[in-house]
């Protein structure tokens, strides 16, 4: 049976030029931190790759600090400027983050509130999902001598939104505040220009746009007070302990190459596909609504919310058909949450339930679409006489109900 893998967001496909030099680096020995030869040329590598991947992003090359992904590009930039900014002004105990963030963006914050007396102010988001500007205003104007920092994602992994980033390290300069935004879903996908946008720090994975898992990075504006998460071997001026991978930096500059050759037509390619899928959805299934932004969105961004279906059940009825797509928030424990992207966003628990996240990129093809539209029609219809059937029988709570 032929796959439609439709999962872009929450893992790409590795591109074959990132494998390439990957597998080419691989093979090679040496630690980047050694001086004899072998050393000295795997550091040329990591730093090649370094200054590519910088200049991609509007960068320059002693801005990046490599990590193993998007997760600790995250932590690093949230933990690391609150306590950096703590250290400088005890005053400094806020931290703005916009509600519809990654958990690993939001999970931080909590643990800094939890155990570490952070007062964490969740912004509002519209019913796009885009972040309360005014709301952000109000804050910084309330007591900015008390904000640590503000973090606002570039591009929403759930529904795709593009966040007004540059509005918001407006604001935040400003009142003298830095600014991390999660460009995880952006990278790769959209412009991203880090001195253009105006922000102190952003995070990016390199499996997200076609490189391998287990690399990222962190931009990191220069002079940007950073407390590091690692401590060891002094690595990355010290902001990030631990032997650098040349084989990952190799493969994550390829990516981002491949990603950003050509980078218009691309996006206009991945678009077209999801708007036919997003038609095709709404022309088949009632009950279909499309979140997220219509116009600020990512290209290969196709979330959808279905009445009367648990999204969960969903997922597994189209992957026995065939097609792997996600209902785009993790499940707590093993069991489904409503996701609280859409939440956040005023979407009524009874219809986030039949959350499904389509996510293009750069494999997908107008069969994988096709191949979706053939296969959603019945697993709605399937999924619906299972909810309606449960509910009839009392072992859960009743299925949604259009409105
Ligand atoms: N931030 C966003 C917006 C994401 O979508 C993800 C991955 O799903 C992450 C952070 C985490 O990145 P990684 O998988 O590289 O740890």
Redesign the pocket.
């Known amino acids: 049976m032929r796959t439609a893998y439709l999962d872009h967001?929450?893992?790409a496909p590795t591109r074959p030029e990132a494998v390439a030099a990957w597998t080419e680096r691989a093979g090679l020995v040496g630690n980047p931190s050694s001086l004899h030869s072998a050393g000295r040329r795997a550091r040329s590598a990591v730093e090649e790759a370094r200054e590519e991947v910088a200049a991609a992003l509007g960068a320059r090359a002693g801005e990046l600090v490599w990590t193993?992904?998007?997760?600790?590009?995250?932590n690093l930039a949230v933990k690391g400027l609150w306590w950096a900014r703590r250290a400088q002004d005890p005053r400094r105990r806020r931290v703005l983050v916009s509600a519809a963030?990654?958990?690993?963006?939001l999970d931080p914050a909590e643990h800094l509130r939890e155990h570490e007396g952070a007062d964490v102010r969740l912004l509002p988001v519209d019913a796009a999902g885009r972040t309360d500007l005014d709301a952000l205003a109000a804050e910084l104007a309330q007591a900015p001598e008390e904000v640590a920092l503000v973090s606002v994602?570039w591009?929403?992994?759930e529904v795709g939104t593009v966040q007004p980033v540059a509005e918001v390290a407006a604001l935040a300069r400003a009142a003298g505040v830095p600014v991390h935004t999660?460009?995880?879903?952006a990278v790769g996908h959209l412009p991203v220009d880090f001195a253009a946008a105006g922000v102190d720090a952003l995070?990016l994975?390199?499996?997200?746009f076609g490189g391998p898992?287990?690399?990222?990075a962190l931009l990191l504006r220069r002079g940007t007070p950073l407390v590091p998460l690692l401590h060891g071997g002094g690595q990355e001026l010290g902001a990030r302990s631990g032997t650098l991978s040349a084989p990952a930096a190799a493969a994550t500059a390829a990516a981002l190459r491949a990603a950003l050759s050509g980078q218009d037509a691309e996006r206009e390619r991945v678009a077209g596909l999801r708007d036919r899928l997003l038609a095709g959805l709404a022309e088949r299934v009632d009950g279909v609504r499309v979140r997220g932004s219509l116009t600020d969105r990512l290209p290969g961004n196709a979330h959808v919310t279905i009445d009367g279906c648990e999204g969960d059940s969903l997922l597994y009825l189209l992957d026995a058909a065939g097609v792997e797509c996600s209902t785009g928030s993790a499940c707590q424990a093993g069991v489904p949450q409503p996701s609280h992207v859409l939440l956040a966003m005023g979407v009524p628990a009874e219809q986030a339930r039949g959350a499904l996240r389509f996510s293009l990129g750069w494999s997908s093809t107008q069969e994988d679409v096709d191949a979706a539209l053939a296969a959603v029609g019945p697993a709605v219809e399937r999924a619906r006489r299972a909810a309606a059937g449960s509910s009839r029988a009392g072992r859960r709570r009743p299925a949604a109900v259009a409105s």
């Open positions: 967001a929450s893992t193993s992904g998007g997760t600790e590009a995250d963030e990654h958990h690993a963006v994602m591009a929403n992994n999660d460009a995880v879903q995070s994975s390199a499996h997200k898992v287990g690399a990222g």
